[in-house]
């Protein structure tokens, strides 16, 4: 087969997933919780190596105390470290945090702006960030959101090759239609907290089993995860 044909069967496969995946999970939705775009800033920083639910535990005292960037801006970082502690890298989240609101605060009138390009010049911001920034916040489908589940769930799939974010991004960029990169990332993200799960895959009950080249592989996968 060529590597054209290849392609557009992988393309193919990719578009019966995201089909798949808005039939399971029709709702799915951010799962941060957030008023503003400057709380959805913050909020995706916090949620780096930490699950959404602790963050959403965490952010209303945030909030309440410190609701816009200028306030964070100003925010005594002592007293930021405390409110975000529980949620991992504190110290670096918290600094991350108020350098980014006070370039908010100084060169954007307090708001985020609606540029990749200027969105990755805040401190704590990567292409990650950004991306979920844009689409929730703006409905702007910039680019696909990668995170710890995409990257797993992407790769498992046989849809990508690479280790690395951006260039996983970038496969899945030129496999799926963008007004569907943001849906196919929160959906995978949920069918990886739910199914295909990271120790111990659920390929038995799983609906993209007969699509997935390492479905037969995950019983074998699993027992030597189980075993170390």
Request: overall charge positive; proline content about 5%.
């Amino acid at each position: 087969m060529s590597i054209t044909r290849q392609w557009a069967a992988k393309q193919q496969r990719a578009l019966e997933i995201l089909i798949r995946l808005k039939r399971l999970y029709p709702d799915a939705c951010c799962t941060l919780n957030y008023e503003t775009p400057v709380q959805l800033l913050v909020a995706t920083i916090l949620s780096a190596q930490c699950t959404d639910e602790r963050v959403n535990q965490v952010t209303p005292a945030l909030f309440a105390r410190y609701p816009d960037a200028a306030a964070l801006a100003g925010a005594d970082l002592e007293d930021l470290e405390r409110l975000v502690r529980s949620t991992g890298f504190y110290r670096n989240k918290a600094k991350n945090i108020q350098a980014a609101c006070r370039t908010l605060a100084t060169e954007y009138a307090g708001k985020v702006p609606k540029r990749m390009e200027q969105l990755l010049t805040l401190p704590g911001v990567a292409r990650k960030t950004a991306n979920v920034v844009l689409a929730h916040a703006y409905g702007i489908n910039q680019g696909v959101t990668v995170d710890t589940h995409v990257k797993r769930l992407s790769q498992r799939l046989g849809l990508t090759e690479q280790t690395d974010p951006v260039r996983i991004e970038r496969d899945l960029i030129r496999l799926l239609p963008q007004p569907d990169w943001e849906n196919w990332s929160i959906r995978l993200i949920y069918h990886g907290r739910a199914v295909c799960k990271a120790r111990k895959p659920e390929c038995a009950v799983c609906d993209l089993a007969d699509l997935c080249p390492s479905a037969e592989l995950a019983p074998a996968e699993t027992k030597k995860v189980n075993s170390v």
